[in-house]
């Protein structure tokens, strides 16, 4: 397993923690230079976005592995995580449907979790 992998495996666990709804993870390596998966999950409220966040930040911050930048941790209705081959979207239930990422990044692989 690829250390990206091994981020996106701790990452669903720590979002899972905190009860996050529809995780879902794209390989996207074959269709962006950007990253090589992104992982999704719903929340149902700041507070549990929020904490959903700072358990991702936590778990990862126990491997060694820092976040390059977290954006919209305030208005916590999309919370993006940048780890550099790994990016991580906390929607709220509203966000998630709007921007539909899986839709957008539907050339990527989805990958069991």
């Not at 979002?15 to 962006?32: F, H, M, Q, R």
């Not at 990253?35 to 409220?45: L, M, R």
């Not at 549990?48 to 778990?59: D, H, I, P, Y």
């Not at 930048?69 to 509203?94: P, S």
Request: aromatic share 8%.
């Amino acid at each position: 397993m690829t250390e990206a992998y091994n981020t996106v495996l701790e990452a669903v666990n720590a979002l899972n923690e905190k009860k996050a709804a529809d995780p879902v993870v794209i390989d996207i390596s074959g269709i962006s230079i950007m990253a090589d998966y992104f992982v999704i999950a719903t929340g149902k409220n700041v507070n549990q976005l929020q904490a959903m966040c700072e358990n991702v930040r936590n778990k990862l911050a126990k491997k060694g592995i820092m976040p390059r930048q977290t954006e919209g941790y305030d208005t916590a209705n999309w919370i993006l995580m940048d780890y550099g081959d790994v990016i991580i979207h906390i929607f709220d239930e509203e966000s998630r449907s709007f921007y539909d990422l899986e839709r957008i990044w539907s050339d990527g692989k989805d990958v069991a979790i």
